[in-house]
């Protein structure tokens, strides 16, 4: 059976998702086309360079996120480096460890730049914060002159995975026409996590695309979507640092959450997160664990009944 699959970003509480993938796989699901958003797009990578949900949990279980948090020592200095390592740096943290980490995992498999997959195969979401709007990679890379095929997998899930102002933005640089009669002020841009705009872009393969079409079927799409989230937290705000970080905490945490409430998800496997923080890079074995058994068990029941709409021959 055929899917095409989207996956919601939640930072650590992603590891959730590499689980019901492994459901899903027992379950007779084919991942076709794959997309996501910050560590949705982890997955998403991971599965497009032809990992499954068993060697995620093999990587998961070998993986430090902590380490993922790594700044020079300067910036380390108690209250005043973080705060001038944002003002200078413009994040908490650079996000290269985690860069290194995903390219060094997809190497292996052969996965360096998009001309390495299919077209169409992996589609990755970031927000581009210098035009205010939000981009698929690879195919709107194009609009900055710069070529789709040639893009490293990597720092486009580097991009879609900086959450603001907790690792650093990514910076491109326009090219070709994209760039020409710009200052050189001007010829570069600013992207961030994608969840910034669609956090779970159920949508991107509803759109008609004839490229992708098969002569009398049309492959349906399932979505991964992290759920069970706690009560929101009151943020203490103590200064122009505290505000920032209250108003990205709400703005990732709650960006969908109208969506999720009023939609009929009859596509969508939803995966309880255990109240664990987006943020939570130093979480325990355990508790990776039990996010890794909770996303098992969503794609487990889901897979259980779900049976997808048939849709109309196309002759």
């Known amino acids: 059976m055929e899917i095409n699959a989207v996956f ?9 998702l590499a689980g019901a993938v492994q459901a899903s796989e027992q379950a007779g699901a084919v991942f076709k086309r794959v997309a996501g958003t910050s560590s949705g797009s982890i997955i998403a990578a991971l599965l497009a360079a032809g990992y499954d949900g068993e060697a995620m949990s093999r990587i998961i279980k070998g993986t430090s996120f902590s380490s993922f948090l790594k700044r020079g020592a300067l910036y380390n200095t108690a209250y005043v480096g973080p705060a001038v390592r944002v003002l200078i740096k413009k994040g908490l943290y650079s996000g290269e460890a985690l860069e290194s980490w995903i390219r060094g995992i997809l190497k292996e498999r052969g996965l360096v730049t998009f001309g390495d997959l299919p077209r169409g195969k992996l589609s990755i979401i970031a927000s581009d914060i210098t035009n205010g709007r939000l981009i698929v990679l690879p195919d709107d890379l194009e609009q900055y002159g710069i070529s789709p095929e ?4 990597s720092k486009a899930v580097r ?5 603001p102002y907790f690792f650093d933005p990514v910076r491109l640089r326009l ?3 994209a760039a020409k009669g710009k200052p050189f002020a ?5 992207m961030v996590d994608g969840g910034l705009l669609s956090n779970f872009p159920l949508w991107l393969f ?4 004839e490229g992708f079409k098969s002569p009398g079927r049309r492959v349906p799409t399932v979505g991964y979507q992290l759920i069970g989230r706690t009560e929101p937290q009151p943020h203490r ?3 122009p640092f505290s505000m920032l970080q209250a108003m990205v905490g709400t703005m990732l945490s709650a960006h969908d959450e109208r969506y999720i409430e009023t939609e009929k998800f009859v596509r969508t496997v939803k995966i309880p997160t255990l109240g664990i923080s987006m943020t939570q890079f130093n979480i325990s074995t355990e508790k990776s664990d039990e996010l890794y058994t909770a996303g098992y068990k969503a794609g487990e029941d889901f897979f259980k009944n779900w ?3 048939p849709k109309p021959t196309i002759f």
């Open 237 to 239: 705000i103590t200064g």
């Open 206 to 209: 509803d759109e008609k695309e």
């Open 307 to 309: 049976r997808p709409i």
């Open 186 to 190: 001007d010829q570069f841009v600013y």
């Open 159 to 163: 991009m879609s995975c900086s959450i």
């Open 175 to 177: 090219s070709g026409e």
């Open 150 to 153: 040639g893009f490293e997998v």
């Open 8 to 16: 919601e970003g939640g930072g650590v509480k992603g590891i959730s």
